[in-house]
């Protein structure tokens, strides 16, 4: 395992412990605690720029109020192709890597590669930025999760457009390998109909979900990448 990827996963997240927490917003110290995982042993080819961003971004958002201490951070790198994995869950107590896994993106956003993104309702494409989940249900699509996105202009409408977490048909690699993508959501990140309900039961009720695209204007406006830090965010952008 690189050191320095170590690093940056343990560093970033212990730092975490030091916050300027306000009486508002101060996690217990069991919440504390759980951003303080001992060693990490498998970041399961997630680069470590986009690893970065995510546990900055919610540093951020555990910094400002808006978000609680998070038991699970969900990395989603839509500048990969969806043939292969782009989805980790990581366990922030213990720095594991639960879940590496194949996710689908919005039929509007692009066909093996995304390439646009909305916020828009009807627009059947994916957003970017910064997601808490919530509460499950069974719908259309089965066994689901609600997301509540948390960027305004980028994925803040996302219960009313029903952006949601589940599994479906289309996410397998046998599709994948038949027509040279992942069959596309309306917008929502779906999984393979096998692993869905675990990681949905092992995300759910306040983890966060970190949508990843190099967007020049996600990546210089959010206030989640901006906001808390010195200087701007710079990553190559699309």
């Known amino acids: 395992m690189n050191r320095k990827l170590i690093s940056v996963l343990g560093a970033t997240v212990l730092s975490l412990a030091a916050l300027p927490w306000t009486a508002q917003s101060a996690p217990t110290p069991g919440k504390i605690a759980a951003y303080a995982p001992a060693a990490v042993n498998d970041l399961g080819g997630i680069s470590p720029d986009v690893l970065d961003l995510a546990l900055r971004a919610v540093q951020c958002g555990v910094s400002s109020g808006d978000l609680a201490a998070p038991p699970t951070l969900t990395v989603i790198d839509y500048s990969r192709p969806s043939v292969v994995p782009r989805l980790w869950v990581f366990d922030l107590k213990t720095g594991k890597l639960l879940f590496k896994e194949l996710v689908a993106h919005g039929r ?8 646009q993104f909305s916020d828009a309702m009807n627009s059947h494409q994916s957003s970017l930025g910064l997601f808490v989940t919530s509460d499950t249900y069974v719908g259309n699509n089965g066994y689901s999760l609600r997301l509540d996105g948390l960027e305004p202009g980028f ?56 949508s990843y695209y190099p967007d020049a204007q996600w990546l210089k406006t959010s206030r989640f990448l901006n906001g808390c830090a010195r200087t701007p965010t710079v990553l190559a952008t699309s």
């Open 108 to 115: 509007n956003t692009g066909e093996n590669l995304a390439t």
């Open 155 to 210: 994925n803040a409408h996302a219960r009313e457009r029903a952006i949601v977490m589940h599994g479906a048909p289309y996410v397998n690699a046998k599709v994948a390998a038949a027509q040279g993508r992942l069959g596309r959501s309306w917008g929502c990140p779906a999984l393979r109909e096998a692993v869905a309900r675990d990681v949905i039961n092992t995300i759910q009720g306040g983890g966060v979900v970190f």
